[in-house]
């Protein structure tokens, strides 16, 4: 299966803070991140080195049904292993398993051919492979290039410093560290400060406002104007 990018940009690098979006866009076995209780994993190792007709192919069926997805409802929120429950059947407190068995899960009954060569299971084994975090609060700023005038409309994490922000800016801007970002505060561009967030910097997210009166999100998106630093026109 082939993944899907959908119509948001690639994801060109490791980052501390990723959106639902740029997980969804690593969704299939040759490229497979999931999000389990806030954390980012890349999975992609895991299911590769699965041989196609070994025992355990079977096992990556639901992984990669469900790459680039959150799949913390498989795992208890306060044990973070997988759930378990009574079966009225056997009464034994078994794993539950909606979409059927999955890589690290012991099966319920005794058997020959489990693979135990692994030290942690993949969902709390965060050194191996835990790449980053899920954002809490995702919001679009609209950066203008005030050289050229170009717009363009990012969707980033309210965790992110500017810096971060630029970083993410070099995908349409590679010489976007050669400017200096401001905002238009009363009638002054005040420059913002690139260790610090867009709220810590001023700029108030007010989607959650948006959310409450039904008003659309793209109504208000913040700008920042980026000028080029050969040429600060002072506005």
């Not at 007709?53 to 639901?62: G, K």
């Not at 913390?72 to 429950?85: G, I, L």
């Amino acid at each position: 299966m082939a993944c899907s990018n959908g119509d948001v940009g690639e994801v060109s690098k490791r980052r501390r803070f990723y959106t639902a979006a740029e997980v969804a866009l690593h969704n299939c076995a040759k490229d497979c991140w999931v999000s389990v209780f806030g954390k980012v994993l890349d999975l992609t190792p895991l299911l590769t080195a699965v041989e196609p007709e070994s025992d355990d192919s079977a096992l990556i069926v639901p992984i990669e049904a469900h790459a680039g997805k959150d799949v913390s409802h498989w795992f208890d929120k306060d044990t973070h292993d997988v759930k378990r429950a009574l079966d009225e059947t056997t009464g034994l407190v078994l794993p539950v398993l909606p979409h059927g068995r999955f890589l690290h899960v012991a099966p319920s009954e005794p058997v020959s051919n489990w693979s135990t060569d692994f030290a942690e299971p993949w969902w709390r084994d965060m050194d191996t492979y835990c790449i980053g975090s899920l954002s809490d609060s995702v919001r679009r700023v609209c950066i203008v290039n005030m050289l050229t005038y170009q717009e363009t409309i990012l969707e980033v994490c309210e965790e992110e410093t500017m810096r971060e922000i630029e970083d993410r800016y070099l995908d349409w801007n590679a010489h976007s560290q050669s400017y200096t970002w401001k905002v238009l505060d009363g009638d002054v561009f005040r420059p913002l400060d690139m260790d610090l967030s867009l709220t810590e910097n001023g700029v108030e997210d007010e989607t959650p406002l948006f959310d409450k009166y039904s008003i659309p999100r793209d109504a208000f998106i913040p700008t920042i104007h980026a000028y080029f630093n050969d040429d600060l026109t002072t506005a």
